[in-house]
């Protein structure tokens, strides 16, 4: 199949072509990179994104989401300093490589 990223949604799509799911989440706003994280057991799209501006006039922190693919949802966020443009899972050891800014 095939995984699109748009700087505010990501939508997955069958090998067919027919749409599968859309997720629109907030905490994918200004989405910059991702990468898929498959383990034994769970598939998870590992996103990065780049702060915007708040309704203060302040910047939002870039982040680090993972959208798990089974339940469509963002299950965790973290904070980064700079958003990352270039993103690489290494499944043998489970390590996700992350750079850029």
């Not at 994918?28 to 498959?38: F, H, I, M, P, Q």
Request: glycine content about 10%.
């Amino acid at each position: 199949g095939v995984i699109a990223l748009a700087p505010d949604l990501v939508k997955y799509f069958s090998k067919g072509g027919l749409q599968q799911a859309e997720v629109r989440d907030p905490a994918l706003t200004n989405a910059c990179a991702g990468v898929l994280a498959e383990t034994s057991s769970a598939a998870f799209l590992s996103i990065s994104t780049a702060g915007a501006m708040d309704h203060n006039g302040g910047l939002e922190a870039h982040s680090l989401a993972l959208l798990d693919l089974s339940t469509a949802r963002v299950s965790s966020t973290i904070s980064i300093a700079q958003p990352a443009t270039v993103m690489r899972y290494e499944p043998l050891t489970s390590t996700l490589l992350i750079g850029g800014g």
